[in-house]
């Protein structure tokens, strides 16, 4: 059975080797030309870790990736609000990852190169439409190619084609009314070089984790950095670009922030490359699968980067969307992959919604009134432990103990 997947990101390459594992032939077409390992940090949680570890990446991730020890949850002046445990220290059989993008990107591109060929990803194919023929699909390409598969997986992204031709009346993007800066440094480690922290309130909130385990080996740090400030009203978005250069205009909202273990004024300072992306996101589908076509990834559950579930969720897809086809190599296995995994992207979209586990920083700020109050003083234990462990819930992931 042929299977043709749009789309070279983390979900799409992810799904290429899940979907090789079970002996499937599979073509990936990738729009952009000449892939490049763009973008900054990303957070692979143990349910995506154990994706990576199933295809034989482990030791191959150590290497590259910080395997994140725990997240800390800050005020702005740096109290510690909690500190939540991560990957096998949290009592999970597999870690959770921080790791920037593009390597992971290209890590997975280049384990496809070597398991399905050198040919098994066609760059510069940008899919322009679908045809479903009797058994077959017909993909044009917008060069004027054409090709033919049995089955179409739509791991085209935030802006997927495949959606928007199997959903022609969604519409424009959610977004937020939150903008993101985004950047990675080398920087001198903060604590113990493997815990990330998010800090502030839902309108002012700086995110930092270390992503690479080489810099760490140097006694060094490469840290990635999002500074969010919501501003903006919610409203509807039509553009996005995750490649956006921006300058350091958010300074003045951080100039309250004080962490004892990373100055952060020179860390933004210092760091080359700023982006700007928009928090968006898409209300959930009724439907993924239209006949021998499906959806996977960013494509078909976007969501905000909240509580790092977008290249999570897109590899713990890849994995079910494979033992599906390989139960059922027909479009009742696309079907099948789609009920196992819809509802659940559905309520982390939702939950993400809602702020997730980032929660608890709200119910500080509200109390918290200067760098010399007591956060024990203000907030109880059972109260952080309730807001952590619902949306583990909502997400799908649960410790062993719940
Ligand atoms: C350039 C880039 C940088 C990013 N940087 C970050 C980051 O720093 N931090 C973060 O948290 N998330 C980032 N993301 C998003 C993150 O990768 C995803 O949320 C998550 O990994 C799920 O991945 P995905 O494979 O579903 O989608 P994506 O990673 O978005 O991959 C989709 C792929 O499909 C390709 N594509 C799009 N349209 C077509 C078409 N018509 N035909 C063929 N191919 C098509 C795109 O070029 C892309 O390679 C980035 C995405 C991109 C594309």
Redesign the pocket.
């Known amino acids: 059975m042929k299977i043709a997947i749009?789309?070279?990101?983390?979900?799409?390459?992810?799904a290429a080797l899940t979907l090789h594992q079970q002996g499937f032939d599979v073509t990936v077409?990738?729009?952009?030309r000449e892939?490049?390992p763009?973008?900054?940090?990303?957070?692979v949680l143990p349910h995506g870790s154990s994706v990576l570890h199933h295809l034989g990446l482990n030791e191959q991730m150590d290497q590259l990736a910080i395997r994140t020890r725990a997240v800390e949850y800050r005020t702005r002046f740096g109290h510690i609000i909690q500190s939540d445990p991560r990957g096998v220290e949290a009592g999970f059989a597999f870690p959770q990852y921080s790791v920037?993008?593009?390597q992971?990107?290209f890590l997975l591109l280049e384990t496809v190169q070597v398991r399905l060929g050198p040919d098994a990803v066609v760059a510069g194919?940008?899919?322009?439409h679908f045809e479903q023929v009797g058994e077959k699909v017909e993909l044009s390409?917008?060069d004027g190619r054409s090709a033919e598969a049995d089955l179409l997986i739509?791991?085209?992204?935030?802006?997927?084609?495949?959606r928007a031709q199997i959903n022609p009346d969604e519409g424009p993007a959610h977004y937020a009314g939150t903008m993101m800066w985004?950047g990675a440094c080398e920087f001198p480690q903060f604590g113990d070089g493997r815990t990330m922290f998010i800090a502030g309130n839902h309108d002012v909130k700086l995110v930092c984790y270390p992503i690479s385990e080489e810099a760490r080996q140097r006694g060094s740090s490469l840290v990635?950095w999002?500074a969010e400030l919501r501003q903006d009203a919610p409203r509807a978005a039509e553009t996005a670009?995750?490649?956006q250069s921006a300058s350091l205009e958010f300074l003045p909202f951080f100039s309250e922030f004080l962490m004892a273990d990373i100055d952060i004024g020179p860390m933004f300072e210092s760091t080359q490359n700023i982006?700007l992306?928009p928090m968006i996101d898409r209300d959930p589908l009724t439907g993924w699968t239209q006949g021998r076509v499906s959806l996977?990834?960013?494509?078909?559950h976007?969501?905000y980067?909240i509580g790092?579930n977008?290249?999570s969720?897109?590899l713990v897809?890849a994995k079910a969307l494979a033992e599906a086809l390989s139960n059922n190599p027909t479009p009742q296995g696309l079907l099948d992959y789609e009920k196992v995994r819809r509802p659940i992207t559905s309520k982390v979209v939702l939950a993400n919604r809602q702020y997730g586990p980032e929660r608890v920083l709200d119910i500080a700020d509200a109390r918290i009134k200067s760098a010399d109050d007591r956060i024990e003083d203000v907030i109880t234990a059972e109260e952080l432990e309730s807001v952590a462990a619902q949306y583990r819930a909502r997400a799908g992931f649960k410790k062993a103990s719940e």
Do not use: C
Not at 6 to 14: N, V
Not at 29 to 32: K, M, N, Q, R
Not at 296 to 300: H, I, T
């Open positions: 749009a789309g070279a990101g983390i979900g799409g390459l992810a077409y990738e729009a952009v892939l490049k763009l973008g900054v940090g990303i957070n920037h993008r593009g992971l990107q194919a940008a899919l322009q390409f917008a739509g791991a085209d992204g935030f802006w997927s084609l495949v985004r990635n999002v670009d995750w490649t982006t992306y996977l990834g960013d494509a078909a976007p969501m980067p790092a977008g290249a969720q897109a897809d």
